[in-house]
């Protein structure tokens, strides 16, 4: 009975045992899997990206990076696949003065729009409206970018010397003011037209152009801001070359300089007796670290034919100086440095010196308010990026004093 039990136990075969062939294919179809779960998570991963840029829209202001030289609202259409981009930004002034000429001004209100045809081709502009009721073109060019270190550029050019004539957004420099420096000496805002390129390599960062000269016959004992020529039918029978270089010495620190060089007579050099030959050069630094935020600029310009220019000129006061020179340095601190939000808290001051008659020919009358010391001390608050308010009082040695306070957006 037992035996008749226990035979068909004997009889049946066991159960097969896995080899080391079928271990090994079921680790490489695991492995298998394993690969196209990641790969499948990838492009999940980029579905959810692009649907997160296509409901944001464009980048934030805080988040775009500056380009050749231009403040981070004018770099938006860099930051821009394809398409048009548009930005902006605005300065709303209130200057209270001792003697009791207050006065309100929207000063500026500006628009940039960009359209990027492809990787390598794109349009930048800039339409400025100043004072409510003046509009102007404030440039406009076509890139094309060929590599990721090289671009040409041609338009309506900014001239690339100082700080503020590239970048001038509210929220990228302290003061209420733009410096006398960069007004009267570096006729911010200056643009030509021109042709040129621009580009990086490491941490040098350059631009060099050939542009229509400035209009040397509207120079005078004030300085050269009176020349610009803003591409409106610009005398182009002198050209000038412009160029800068900037060298990120370490993080935070940047130091730099330009030049412009060319005649400014241009088609009036017969009536003003010279070919009134214009160098113009400038040497800055720029040092951001931890809560400080600092700059310094010094510029010069040398005119060749001051003399001749005032002899044509008699009658007309023009004094016309060999040299111009003019600095200025320029401290911030952040007391809101070190928190978890992006508001900035910083008192500055700035002291500048300039001298529109540095040197002058023996047929030039020295004028007292050519040369002028000034002071400002001030409050630059940023409650979040593209929005800032500022209030400063500055006074100078000739008694024109005065209270800024200014509310600025940029976007």
């Given at each position: 009975?037992?035996?008749?039990?226990?035979?068909?136990?004997?009889?049946?075969?066991?159960?097969?045992?896995?080899?080391?062939?079928?271990?090994?294919?079921?680790?490489?179809?695991?492995?298998?899997?394993?690969?196209?779960?990641?790969?499948?998570?990838?492009?999940?991963?980029?579905?959810?990206?692009?649907?997160?840029?296509?409901?944001?829209?464009?980048?934030?202001?805080?988040?775009?990076?500056?380009?050749?030289?231009?403040?981070?609202?004018?770099?938006?259409?860099?930051?821009?696949?394809?398409?048009?981009?548009?930005?902006?930004?605005?300065?709303?002034?209130?200057?209270?003065?001792?003697?009791?000429?207050?006065?309100?001004?929207?000063?500026?209100?500006?628009?940039?729009?960009?359209?990027?045809?492809?990787?390598?081709?794109?349009?930048?502009?800039?339409?400025?409206?100043?004072?409510?009721?003046?509009?102007?073109?404030?440039?406009?060019?076509?890139?094309?970018?060929?590599?990721?270190?090289?671009?040409?550029?041609?338009?309506?050019?900014?001239?690339?010397?100082?700080?503020?004539?590239?970048?001038?957004?509210?929220?990228?420099?302290?003061?209420?003011?733009?410096?006398?420096?960069?007004?009267?000496?570096?006729?911010?805002?200056?643009?030509?037209?021109?042709?040129?390129?621009?580009?990086?390599?490491?941490?040098?960062?350059?631009?060099?152009?050939?542009?229509?000269?400035?209009?040397?016959?509207?120079?005078?004992?004030?300085?050269?801001?009176?020349?610009?020529?803003?591409?409106?039918?610009?005398?182009?029978?002198?050209?000038?070359?412009?160029?800068?270089?900037?060298?990120?010495?370490?993080?935070?620190?940047?130091?730099?300089?330009?030049?412009?060089?060319?005649?400014?007579?241009?088609?009036?050099?017969?009536?003003?007796?010279?070919?009134?030959?214009?160098?113009?050069?400038?040497?800055?630094?720029?040092?951001?670290?931890?809560?400080?935020?600092?700059?310094?600029?010094?510029?010069?310009?040398?005119?060749?034919?001051?003399?001749?220019?005032?002899?044509?000129?008699?009658?007309?006061?023009?004094?016309?100086?060999?040299?111009?020179?003019?600095?200025?340095?320029?401290?911030?601190?952040d007391l809101l440095a070190g928190r978890e939000d992006a508001?900035?808290?910083?008192?500055?001051?700035?002291?500048?010196?300039?001298?529109?008659?540095?040197?002058?020919?023996?047929?030039?009358?020295?004028?007292?308010?050519?040369?002028?010391?000034?002071?400002?001390?001030?409050?630059?608050?940023?409650?979040?990026?593209?929005?800032?308010?500022?209030?400063?009082?500055?006074?100078?040695?000739?008694?024109?004093?005065?209270?800024?306070?200014?509310?600025?957006?940029?976007?």
């Open positions: 009975m037992l035996t008749a039990l226990l035979l068909p136990l004997a009889l049946t075969p066991a159960a097969p045992q896995d080899t080391p062939a079928q271990d090994s294919d079921l680790e490489a179809r695991v492995e298998a899997l394993e690969a196209e779960r990641e790969a499948f998570a990838r492009q999940v991963e980029i579905l959810a990206m692009e649907l997160e840029r296509q409901d944001l829209g464009t980048v934030a202001y805080g988040d775009l990076q500056a380009v050749s030289g231009l403040g981070p609202a004018a770099s938006r259409i860099y930051a821009t696949e394809s398409g048009a981009s548009i930005g902006g930004y605005g300065e709303l002034l209130y200057g209270f003065d001792p003697d009791g000429s207050d006065e309100f001004d929207a000063l500026r209100g500006v628009i940039y729009l960009g359209y990027r045809f492809n990787d390598q081709w794109l349009v930048n502009t800039e339409f400025e409206f100043e004072h409510g009721t003046q509009s102007f073109l404030e440039y406009s060019w076509v890139d094309y970018l060929a590599t990721d270190e090289f671009a040409l550029r041609g338009g309506l050019l900014l001239s690339p010397l100082g700080f503020v004539n590239e970048s001038h957004e509210p929220t990228t420099y302290l003061p209420v003011g733009r410096s006398q420096t960069e007004t009267r000496i570096i006729p911010t805002t200056m643009r030509e037209m021109g042709v040129g390129a621009w580009g990086q390599t490491g941490d040098l960062e350059w631009r060099a152009y050939v542009m229509n000269s400035l209009n040397g016959s509207a120079f005078d004992s004030g300085g050269l801001r009176g020349g610009r020529t803003k591409g409106d039918r610009a005398d182009a029978e002198d050209l000038s070359v412009t160029a800068r270089m900037d060298w990120r010495a370490t993080p935070g620190l940047t130091l730099g300089g330009g030049f412009h060089v060319g005649d400014s007579a241009g088609s009036n050099a017969d009536a003003l007796g010279t070919d009134l030959g214009t160098s113009l050069v400038e040497l800055h630094a720029s040092w951001q670290w931890g809560a400080w935020d600092a700059r310094a600029l010094a510029a010069r310009a040398d005119l060749d034919g001051a003399a001749a220019f005032n002899d044509s000129q008699l009658g007309n006061g023009a004094n016309l100086a060999e040299r111009l020179e003019g600095a200025y340095v320029e401290v911030g601190y508001a900035r808290l910083l008192p500055y001051v700035r002291l500048e010196t300039i001298d529109t008659q540095a040197s002058l020919p023996g047929n030039a009358i020295e004028l007292d308010e050519a040369a002028d010391r000034y002071f400002t001390v001030g409050l630059n608050y940023q409650p979040t990026p593209g929005v800032v308010v500022k209030i400063d009082h500055e006074t100078s040695d000739d008694g024109n004093d005065r209270i800024g306070f200014f509310i600025g957006y940029a976007f």
